[in-house]
């Protein structure tokens, strides 16, 4: 064979060799697009996940806040009941401490009752021995 026939050869051999490795690299690199469009769907995926989870990470938030209103509303209202106790606390005091006082001077009327009621006996004994 003459030179240029066995250098027609070993470009054509190389042509297969290099069409072989293309064919190769042609099946990598579908394979890497069916990887990338696998990536992509488990992408689209998260990304509707972390959507639902954002909506719902709002509407707890919503919650939160509402609760935290109520909260502090409840905490306002036992303020003003804490005070109106304290009020009523105050008065039952003030009206126990006047009944201790009125208990006073019941027994001290109840002293001067049996007082006046031993000098009438007296008195009537008086009469009685007189007559």
Not at 12 to 28: C, F, I, K
Not at 45 to 62: F, S, Y
Not at 81 to 99: G, I
């Amino acid at each position: 064979m003459d030179e240029f026939a066995e250098q027609a050869v070993a470009l054509t051999e190389q042509v297969s060799a290099m069409a072989a490795g293309m064919d190769t690299l042609t099946g990598q690199v579908s394979v890497l697009t069916e990887r990338m469009d696998t990536l992509t769907g488990h992408m689209d995926t998260l990304a509707e996940q972390v959507d639902t989870l954002t909506g719902r990470m709002d509407t707890l938030a919503e919650r939160v806040d509402t609760l935290t209103e109520r909260v502090d509303t409840l905490a306002e209202r036992m303020d003003i009941l804490t005070v109106r106790v304290n009020t009523l606390t105050s008065r039952m005091d003030a009206q126990e401490a006047r009944m201790d006082d009125m208990s006073e001077q019941i027994d001290s009327m109840a002293d001067q009752i049996k007082k006046i009621n031993n000098r009438i006996d007296f008195l009537e004994l008086q009469i009685q021995s007189e007559k």
